[in-house]
Nanobody, 121 residues
Framework: QVQLVESGGGLVQPGGSLRLSCAAS????????MGWYRQAPGKQRELVAT???????NYADSVKGRFTISRDNAKNTVFLQMNSLKPEDTAVYYC???????????????WGQGTQVTVSS
């Protein structure tokens, strides 16, 4: 059974930094795309950043230049380095894995349970 588990959320002051991690566990050969999404209270879930197995990245305009996504393919882990955090970055951050190749076949669109990030003074 495949699971995605996030860690690294918390409370930080404006201008501060946090690093999120998400580890995929289970019998996994590869994960084509891994990414981070977030959902603020009363808002829809939105894309933050994605990264392919080959390292191609995509960012939401609101986080470009402040957030950096990276991954360790050997450990099926994705990271999100968040710098210059703003109060509007406050949200639950969710890890996503798509096109997960396992011994039982391809799995699509798996989500972690989410980790809270709060930016406040």
């Amino acid at each position: 059974q495949v699971q995605l588990v996030e860690s690294g959320g918390g409370l930080v002051q404006p201008g501060g930094s946090l690093r999120l991690s998400c580890a995929a566990s289970g019998s996994i050969f590869s994960i084509t795309v891994m990414g981070w999404y977030r959902q603020a209270p009363g808002k829809q879930r939105e894309l933050v950043a994605t990264i392919t197995k080959s390292g191609s990245t995509n960012y939401a305009d609101s986080v470009k230049g402040r957030f950096t996504i990276s991954r360790d393919n050997a450990k099926n882990t994705v990271f999100l380095q968040m710098n210059s955090l703003k109060p509007e970055d406050t949200a639950v951050y969710y890890c996503n894995g798509d096109h997960i190749l396992t011994p039982l076949g391809m799995l699509y669109d798996y989500w972690g349970q989410g980790t809270q990030v709060t930016v406040s003074s």
